[in-house]
């Protein structure tokens, strides 16, 4: 693949143009411009002021299932009505260009879907619908704020008695193993894997980089902030992932 332009911009959209094969990796970052917080940035960040282990983890949800759901339902009551941005939006684009084969997510928020990606991997779970772990019956997350509301202690209920849980993948759960297997493959056959506002830091997702590397692909990286891979990426812009986003396939 020969790139001879010089803007990061340029580059990016030439990788693109010029690959067989795109996937995309998008973490926190691409869902901040929609006003949700990431995990870690300091002073908003959701884990600033309380241990994700004591409220984020299954244990913590089958041990007080009341403090889970006051944590976790204030943040699935304001990510009900965040809609997707124009980095999403950049991304249903390529995808409808034939240029991005799909989107595996780290995000729970629902945006992808909203935003219309059709080929969406969602590996850290989604908050669309809970589960019961009992008997495996399924609500959507409208039904789930419903009984969470009509409950005396705010934990929403199976019809069979049992507490609800999120279907996110929490700490000390594995992540989904269809869903894990697909991103896999789908980073070994990708000439490019563009990652957007990811962190690259959480595994296993962190290692789909190496993936496509190894396979010869390239890595193209599109996150505010310093990741493990800006050495390596034969891109890399920290820009406004919105506007980086949208100039990107503005210049196709």
Known sequence: MSITTTSG???????????????ALTGAGISVPSGIPDFRSPGSGLWENVDPMEVAHIDAWRADPERFWHFYGNRFATLHDKQPNGAHRALVELERRGKLDAVVT????????????????????????????TCRSQYPLDEVRARMHDSPISVPQCDCGEPLKPDVVLFGEFLP????????????????????????EVHPIAQLPGVTKNAGGAVAIVTTGPTPWDGRATVKLDGDVVEELQAVVDAL
């Open 106 to 133: 780290q995000n729970i928020d629902m945006l992808h879907h909203k935003a219309g990606t059709k080929e969406l991997i969602e590996v850290h779970g989604t908050i669309e619908h809970s589960s019961c772990l």
């Open 9 to 23: 911009i340029e580059r990016l959209a030439a990788l693109i143009r010029e690959a067989d094969s795109v996937v």
């Open 177 to 200: 193993e269809g869903a894990l297997e697909r991103a896999y493959a789908l980073a070994a056959q990708a000439e490019v894997l563009l990652c957007v506002g990811s962190s690259l």
